[in-house]
T-cell receptor, first 111, second 113 residues
Framework: NAGVTQTPKFQVLKTGQSMTLQCAQD?????MSWYRQDPGMGLRLIHY???????DQGEVPNGYNVSRSTTEDFPLRLLSAAPSQTSVYFC??????????FGQGTRLTVV | DQQVKQNSPSLSVQEGRISILNCDYT??????FLWYKKYPAEGPTFLIS?????DKNEDGRFTVFLNKSAKHLSLHIVPSQPGDSAVYFC????????????FGQGTRLTINP
C-alpha cells in the first residue's frame, strides 16, 4: 500500500519556468491538499479539494493552480516560478474526518 | 495572524526523561487537535489527536492534554527515546473545512543519550 506518492522529490527551476508537482493516493480518500513548509512557519495550505472536480484556495494560493480530475490524483502547477516559491511541498489526503496522510515531499529551488 | 503557535523552536531532553511540547491557539472555534511528527526528508506522520470534549488522550508513551480555558495543549512523551528526535507540529482543522489544517511552527525535539 503506497499511500501518498509525490514526484519529483527534488527540482531546480529557473525563474519564469513552469512545472507540475505530481501527487497520487491509493487510499480512496475524498480530500486532498497541498501545503508548503518554510523555515519557522510550519506548513501552510496552498489549495485543497473535497472531491473530483472540486477545488478551492487555501492560505497561500497565489502563483499555483490545481485540478482534480480523478479521486487519486491532485497535481500542483507552478505557472511562472519565482524565488519566493522555493520551499518544500507536501501533498496530503484524508477522509472527511480523522487524520491526514502526507507524502514524502518535493524540495523545490527556484534560482 | 498565527492561529496555532508553538513558541519553543527547539527542546533538548535526556533519554528516559519526560518531554513536554507546548502549543497555544487563538481560535476558540477549534474543536479538534492533532500532533504530527516529522523526520528530515520525510512527510509529517500522524501521532495523536484530541477532541475538545476531552481534556486528555493517551496512546502508549504519548499523552496529549487540552486546557480549553487557556487555549493550550501539550504533548507529553514518557519515557523519551532517541527515536523520538524529530520536529513536532500541532495542528487544528480550520472551522470551514475539517481537513484544512492550520499548523504551528513546529518544535525540534532532540533526545540526548
Amino acid at each position: 500500500n503506497a499511500g501518498v506518492t509525490q514526484t519529483p522529490k527534488f527540482q531546480v527551476l529557473k525563474t519564469g519556468q513552469s512545472m507540475t508537482l505530481q501527487c497520487a493516493q491509493d487510499m480512496n480518500h475524498e480530500y486532498m491538499s497541498w501545503y508548503r513548509q518554510d523555515p519557522g512557519m510550519g506548513l501552510r495550505l496552498i489549495h485543497y479539494s473535497v472531491g473530483a472536480g472540486i477545488t478551492d484556495q487555501g492560505e497561500v494560493p497565489n502563483g499555483y493552480n490545481v485540478s482534480r480530475s480523478t479521486t487519486e490524483d491532485f497535481p500542483l502547477r507552478l505557472l511562472s516560478a519565482a524565488p519566493s516559491q522555493t520551499s518544500v511541498y507536501f501533498c496530503a489526503s484524508s477522509y472527511s474526518t480523522g487524520e491526514a496522510f502526507f507524502g514524502q515531499g518535493t524540495r523545490l529551488t527556484v534560482v | 495572524d498565527q492561529q496555532v503557535k508553538q513558541n519553543s523552536p527547539s527542546l533538548s531532553v535526556q533519554e528516559g526523561r519526560i518531554s513536554i511540547l507546548n502549543c497555544d491557539y487563538t481560535n476558540s472555534m477549534f474543536d479538534y487537535f492533532l500532533w504530527y511528527k516529522k523526520y528530515p526528508a520525510e512527510g509529517p506522520t500522524f501521532l495523536i489527536s484530541i477532541s475538545s470534549i476531552k481534556d486528555k488522550n493517551e496512546d502508549g508513551r504519548f499523552t496529549v492534554f487540552l486546557n480549553k480555558s487557556a487555549k493550550h495543549l501539550s504533548l507529553h512523551i514518557v519515557p523519551s527515546q532517541p527515536g523520538d528526535s524529530a520536529v513536532y507540529f500541532c495542528a487544528a482543522p480550520d472551522q470551514q473545512g475539517a481537513q484544512k489544517l492550520v499548523f504551528g511552527q513546529g518544535t525540534r525535539l532532540t533526545i540526548n543519550p
